[in-house]
């Protein structure tokens, strides 16, 4: 082989290895275009600036997270409006009424025992067990549908019950109804009643007098 056919050779060789770096160079870069890659991590495509769409939604996200905030109670739901969980005061449930007894006495007189005229006595002790005092009230006998306010005149025999009731402590008094006609044969065949007292209702069992109220 002469010098010559050699080096065209040679020439051959090199012109093919340059043409294969060449190539590699294209395809490297064609690579990393279609990967997405750069030196920074990001994108390798054109920046794209945020639309008016994006904006507002990333700004309402924030908006949502500041006020919705975290649960201050083990259980509320997050962003849940707190409530007071203060139990109020049920007059009711603090005062006990007990019925010493009630009895119905017929009238004494003529006219009285005409229009079915009678009195009806209960003797009625208070208990509060409220730390504070409890109001006084108009107290109300209950019959069927009817309400009978207890007679003014006897506020002496009623004494405490018609006062306000102080914390932890206790009144007795006999409250005394005027009942005629209808309403007194009801008591009468029936023998029961309900007192409204102390912002309670309860039942009264009542006895039936066959003779008029004991004078004195």
């Known amino acids: 082989m002469t010098p010559q056919v050699l080096l065209r050779g040679l020439a051959k060789l090199l012109a093919v290895v340059l043409a294969a770096g060449a190539a590699g160079v294209v395809i490297g870069v064609g690579l990393a275009a279609l990967s997405g890659d750069d030196a920074s991590g990001g994108g390798g495509g054109a920046i794209v600036p945020p639309t008016t ?7 309402t996200a924030t908006t949502s997270m500041r006020t919705t905030g975290t649960p201050t109670t083990p259980g509320q ?5 707190t409530t007071s969980t203060t139990p109020a005061t049920n007059v009711g449930r603090t005062t006990r009424v007990q019925i010493l007894s009630a009895v119905l006495y017929p009238a004494a007189t003529t006219s009285g025992k005409a229009r079915a005229r ?12 409220s730390p504070r005092t409890i109001p006084a009230g108009a107290p109300m006998l209950i ?13 002496a025999s009623a004494g405490e019950l018609l006062r306000p009731l102080a914390a932890a ?30 912002a309670r209702t309860v039942e009264v069992p009542i006895r039936i007098s066959s003779t008029p109220v004991p004078q004195g």
């Open 53 to 59: 769409s994006m904006t507002s939604t990333a700004r």
């Open 77 to 81: 739901a997050i962003g849940a409006p």
């Open 118 to 129: 009678a009195r009806l006595i209960v003797r009625v002790r208070l208990t509060s067990r």
């Open 143 to 155: 019959v069927g549908n009817e309400a009978i306010r207890s007679d003014r005149r006897a506020a």
């Open 169 to 198: 402590q206790s009144a007795t008094g006999e409250l005394f109804f005027e009942t005629a006609g209808d309403l007194t044969r009801r008591l009468t065949s029936q023998a029961r009643a309900r007192l409204s007292i102390a």
